[in-house]
């Protein structure tokens, strides 16, 4: 398998989770309660996205997460959002391969995590597509975009 060196990248909330969707998202984060997360809808139909993923990841693609935690969470609610975000990936995408799961604190500069030109972000939030150094898209047409990779 040839390794392309380009990594595609997906955030998860308002992007590949409805997260926003949940009634009262905002109470339950900010009285650390981890139900949001674990809710969430897909935002998308997850079995034909693992279904392109996993073909371009055996032509040479590198998969990977890059999730935010909430704002101002306390360390121990960090680290139960964190069992959830992966939890809920493991649930609606049981058949990706993740090469890597990046789930770091609120604000951490997704950029950081760029590593060439031609790394691929899907996010919503127009600020980190702004800052990425590679190609950034909206969630508008993940798939026709990955389909014409
Ligand atoms: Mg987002």
């Known amino acids: 398998m040839k390794n392309l060196n380009i990594t595609i990248n997906f955030d998860m909330d308002g992007t590949i989770a409805d997260l926003y969707g949940v009634e009262n998202w905002l109470d339950y984060l900010i009285a650390e309660d981890t139900t949001p997360y674990a809710v969430a809808t897909p935002l998308l139909r997850l079995s034909a996205l693992a279904r392109r993923l996993n073909t371009l990841q055996r032509n040479g693609y590198n998969l990977a997460v890059i999730s935010w935690l909430s704002k101002s969470g306390s360390p121990e609610y960090n680290e139960r959002v964190t069992a ?65 990779i």
């Open 84 to 148: 959830v975000k992966m939890a809920w990936l493991a649930k609606h995408l049981p058949s990706v391969h993740w090469d890597r799961i990046t789930i770091v604190p609120y604000g951490t500069p997704k950029e950081n995590f760029c590593f060439s030109p031609a790394d691929i972000l899907f996010d919503d939030e127009e600020r980190n597509r702004n800052n990425w150094t590679g190609r950034a898209y909206d969630v508008q047409n993940i798939m026709e975009i990955l389909r014409e």
